[in-house]
T-cell receptor, first 114, second 116 residues
Framework: AQSVTQPDIHITVSEGASLELRCNYS??????LFWYVQSPGQGLQLLLK??????LVQGIKGFEAEFKRSQSSFNLRKPSVHWSDAAEYFC????????????FGTGTKLQVIP | EAEVAQSPRYKITEKSQAVAFWCDPI?????LYWYRQILGQGPELLVQ????????DSQLPKDRFSAERLKGVDSTLKIQPAELGDSAMYLC??????????????FGEGSRLTVL
């Protein structure tokens, strides 16, 4: 069965500082990988996704993520955080083939301080 | 821009009552998902449809929850009877995450359920 672990429940960073959110997945082969962001009381919005090819993927709002097969990781990064980035971030893994089940992690809540 | 529509946005009910949520996916999306998100947790898949067929309902509490997508378009998720532990956000998503131009799930804004 596929699963996702986000070890950091809550992270606080200063505005302008760099950010890295950790994500580890469990899947029998190379999965599809996603990062979504959720503002309070809202649905989820896709930041970026990895399907194949280049292991460094660029997303919206200046985010990027790197797929590391050897570490089963897909960490999200941003070089300079803005106050508007405060939200909850979810990593997700998708199964290749079959009915394309997508499983989410428990999320990391990002707080940005001035 | 096309969106996934959900209603109601908010629902307050007493335990043992029946509750229903509706979702209208983006036109043309064959796959529809219902997720439950308890406060402070990640979305948990309840049921997944491919067109009108259920392809995964392994985490759906079938003694009280039911879901249908009769014509392969919009969908309804029902809870009867509601319990206190059902208080959560119910998220609907549609798409074909691994195909098409964007390859993602599109989420609605969710239906927040509070059971008293």
């Amino acid at each position: 069965a596929q699963s996702v672990t986000q070890p950091d429940i809550h992270i606080t960073v200063s505005e302008g500082a760099s950010l890295e959110l950790r994500c580890n997945y469990s899947y029998g082969a190379t999965p599809y990988l996603f990062w979504y962001v959720q503002s309070p009381g809202q649905g989820l919005q896709l930041l970026l996704k990895y399907f194949s090819g280049d292991t460094l993927v660029q997303g919206i709002k200046g985010f990027e993520a790197e797929f590391k097969r050897s570490q089963s990781s897909f960490n999200l990064r941003k070089p300079s955080v803005h106050w508007s980035d405060a939200a909850e971030y979810f990593c997700a893994v998708g199964a290749r083939g079959g009915y394309q089940k997508v499983t989410f992690g428990t999320g990391t809540k990002l707080q940005v301080i001035p | 821009e096309a969106e996934v529509a959900q209603s109601p946005r908010y629902k307050i009910t007493e335990k043992s009552q029946a509750v229903a949520f509706w979702c209208d996916p983006i036109s043309g999306h064959a796959t529809l998902y219902w997720y439950r998100q308890i406060l402070g947790q990640g979305p948990e898949l309840l049921v997944q449809f491919q067109d009108e067929s259920v392809v995964d309902d392994s985490q759906l509490p079938k003694d009280r929850f039911s879901a249908e997508r009769l014509k392969g378009v919009d969908s309804t998720l029902k809870i009867q009877p509601a319990e206190l532990g059902d208080s959560a956000m119910y998220l609907c998503a549609s798409g074909s995450p691994f195909s098409g131009a964007t390859g993602e799930l599109f989420f609605g804004e969710g239906s927040r359920l509070t059971v008293l």
